[in-house]
């Protein structure tokens, strides 16, 4: 096994009970006639990972630190259907001693028949999608579950010896800012080891992006936005958590190793309609359409969709973007010696144009974003990726 390889895997299901009306993720509602060729066309690409075994039969499995099973909703399959899952990945990934293993969740399907399920297939994470513990929240963001099923989803995975992520949702249609500080409130009362905090965004395509065309949905203005997001950075640092991502916080020793290997730019494989995979420098992403995914696997074609090969100077570029999400932003020595840039070569006067405007700090070793650069770092970007 060559150092080179990636460590860290990414599998795409795309199976769900129900599309809400603001997702535009990778998916199939109601298509679970799906699943017998999805099971083969997923079989057929993870071969690409084998590699020549010279003595061992391991070596033409890719050794992996954190393995991640996106979606849709994986817990869709049920536990028979992730028992199946891990026992086809098993053939060609091989977690290693103490790898963070996360499988993504809706609440109703975590019944305790799941909870052994998961735990047996060596699942150490669970992201619950939640969105919210409160009920007119819920039915505004079109879920199809209630309070009580996020708490009793997240009690079992708890009591069960999970790491356990809670995703919530701000900005939804008609939420208040009490509401989302009801939700902090509740979700710092499960005293679940990690929160991601998200706000609605109005993708093209989706139910909700043609309601606001025809004005039966209103997005939240800016200033209600923003002071969501401080409430919850404020709540939630004050219950403990770390505030390590512009979207994310951790207990101390919860952050999540699978998205930290993103965020560093490491390499990492990914399978299934619509995963994309790095190597560096190119991102590679399949598909979209499942359905289209299928059909190329099952005839033996190449799957992928898109291609985005970057030159050395771009992959620095969006090293700087992702490192600047994170609390801890860039060390100067460590981005030289990841890529041979200088971070002041390529970024140095938009730093200095950020400090002056109090967006960022810079003790001349590490550069950060202060609370007010992370509520308008969307609209930094363009400077480092696009500059004049």
């Given at each position: 096994m060559t150092s080179s390889r990636p460590r860290h895997a990414y599998v795409h299901v795309p199976f769900c009970r129900h599309r809400c009306g603001y997702c535009d993720f990778t998916l199939v509602a109601g298509r679970d006639d799906l699943v017998e060729r999805f099971f083969v066309a997923l079989a057929r690409e993870l071969r690409r990972v084998a590699v020549v075994a010279e003595s061992d039969a391991d070596a033409a499995r890719l050794e992996i630190a954190t393995l991640y099973l996106g979606g849709g909703t994986p817990s869709h399959l049920g536990p028979v259907g992730l028992e199946r899952l891990f026992a086809l990945l098993r053939r060609h990934l091989a977690p290693v001693a103490g790898a963070e293993v996360t499988v993504e969740a809706n609440p109703l399907d975590v019944t305790p028949a799941f909870v052994a399920a998961a735990a047996a297939c060596g699942v150490t994470r669970v992201s619950l999608g939640g969105q919210s513990l409160d009920a007119a929240t819920l039915a505004a963001l079109d879920r199809d579950h209630a309070p009580d099923d996020v708490r009793r989803a997240a009690e079992r995975l708890l009591e069960a010896g999970f790491t356990v992520s809670l995703d919530l949702m701000t900005a939804a249609p008609g939420q208040s800012l009490a509401a989302v500080e009801h939700d902090l409130a509740a979700a710092t009362a499960l005293d679940v080891q990690h929160v991601?905090?998200?706000?609605?965004?109005?993708?093209?395509?989706?139910?909700?992006?043609?309601?606001?065309?025809?004005?039966?949905?209103?997005?939240?203005?800016?200033?209600?936005?923003?002071?969501?997001?401080?409430?919850?950075?404020?709540r939630l640092e004050a219950a403990g958590y770390e505030h390590y991502e512009v979207s994310n916080f951790a207990r101390p020793g919860a952050r999540c190793r699978h998205n930290e290997a993103y965020w560093d730019c490491r390499p990492w494989e990914a399978f299934g309609p619509g995963a994309a995979r790095f190597d560096g420098r190119t991102r590679i992403t399949n598909h979209r359409s499942t359905t289209t995914w299928i059909a190329r696997m099952l005839a033996g074609d190449e799957a992928t969709g898109d291609v985005d090969a970057m030159t050395a100077e771009e992959a620095a570029?969006?090293?700087?973007?992702?490192?600047?999400?994170?609390?801890?932003?860039?060390?100067?020595?460590?981005?030289?010696?990841?890529?041979?840039?200088?971070?002041?070569d390529l970024a140095g006067a938009a730093i200095a144009r950020w400090v002056a405007a109090g967006l960022a700090s810079d003790d001349g070793r590490r550069v950060r974003l202060t609370r007010a650069g992370l509520l308008v770092s969307d609209g930094l970007w363009h400077e480092i990726l696009a500059p004049a």
């Amino acid at each position: 096994m060559t150092s080179s390889r990636p460590r860290h895997a990414y599998v795409h299901v795309p199976f769900c009970r129900h599309r809400c009306g603001y997702c535009d993720f990778t998916l199939v509602a109601g298509r679970d006639d799906l699943v017998e060729r999805f099971f083969v066309a997923l079989a057929r690409e993870l071969r690409r990972v084998a590699v020549v075994a010279e003595s061992d039969a391991d070596a033409a499995r890719l050794e992996i630190a954190t393995l991640y099973l996106g979606g849709g909703t994986p817990s869709h399959l049920g536990p028979v259907g992730l028992e199946r899952l891990f026992a086809l990945l098993r053939r060609h990934l091989a977690p290693v001693a103490g790898a963070e293993v996360t499988v993504e969740a809706n609440p109703l399907d975590v019944t305790p028949a799941f909870v052994a399920a998961a735990a047996a297939c060596g699942v150490t994470r669970v992201s619950l999608g939640g969105q919210s513990l409160d009920a007119a929240t819920l039915a505004a963001l079109d879920r199809d579950h209630a309070p009580d099923d996020v708490r009793r989803a997240a009690e079992r995975l708890l009591e069960a010896g999970f790491t356990v992520s809670l995703d919530l949702m701000t900005a939804a249609p008609g939420q208040s800012l009490a509401a989302v500080e009801h939700d902090l409130a509740a979700a710092t009362a499960l005293d679940v080891q990690h929160v991601s905090v998200y706000c609605l965004t109005w993708e093209r395509g989706t139910a909700f992006a043609a309601a606001q065309r025809r004005g039966t949905l209103v997005p939240a203005d800016d200033a209600l936005e923003r002071a969501m997001f401080e409430t919850a950075i404020d709540r939630l640092e004050a219950a403990g958590y770390e505030h390590y991502e512009v979207s994310n916080f951790a207990r101390p020793g919860a952050r999540c190793r699978h998205n930290e290997a993103y965020w560093d730019c490491r390499p990492w494989e990914a399978f299934g309609p619509g995963a994309a995979r790095f190597d560096g420098r190119t991102r590679i992403t399949n598909h979209r359409s499942t359905t289209t995914w299928i059909a190329r696997m099952l005839a033996g074609d190449e799957a992928t969709g898109d291609v985005d090969a970057m030159t050395a100077e771009e992959a620095a570029r969006e090293r700087i973007v992702v490192g600047l999400r994170r609390r801890d932003g860039l060390d100067r020595d460590a981005f030289r010696a990841a890529g041979g840039w200088s971070l002041d070569d390529l970024a140095g006067a938009a730093i200095a144009r950020w400090v002056a405007a109090g967006l960022a700090s810079d003790d001349g070793r590490r550069v950060r974003l202060t609370r007010a650069g992370l509520l308008v770092s969307d609209g930094l970007w363009h400077e480092i990726l696009a500059p004049a």
